[in-house]
């Protein structure tokens, strides 16, 4: 099975930068979009960036002008390049993959990486 490896993040100071890198550990057949949500303390988990396979790219618009996803050939590894960083911004954050199974929308789900920002 497809497991979702996830690396970077930790303990970073406010207005500091990190990056998170997400890699699939093998071939997803449709491909929809990769990305990354995070969940804060006591909050819902909520859709940080994404970029999907025709490069167009969202972000939420706390992380606007911030925030920078990138990605290697065909969504695999995605990067997700943080910067500015401000308290608010500790959290999870996981790794996600939508692609198809057959017909039906599917997401994949990373184990999620900690980042925590000093203030």
């Known amino acids: 099975q497809v497991q979702l490896l996830e690396s970077g993040g930790g303990l970073v100071q406010s207005g500091g930068s990190t990056r998170l890198s997400c890699e699939a550990s093998?071939?997803?057949?449709?491909?929809?979009?990769m990305g990354w949500h995070r969940q804060a303390p006591g909050e819902q988990r909520e859709l940080v960036a994404s970029i999907n396979s025709g490069g167009g790219i969202t972000y939420a618009d706390s992380v606007k002008g911030r925030f920078t996803i990138t990605r290697d050939y065909a969504l695999n590894p995605v990067y997700l390049l943080m910067n500015s960083l401000k308290p608010e911004d500790t959290g999870v954050y996981y790794c996600y993959v939508l692609y198809y199974s057959g017909t039906t929308p599917t997401y994949l789900w990373g184990q999620g990486t900690q980042v925590t920002v000093s203030s």
């Open positions: 093998g071939s997803i057949l449709g491909l929809v979009a």
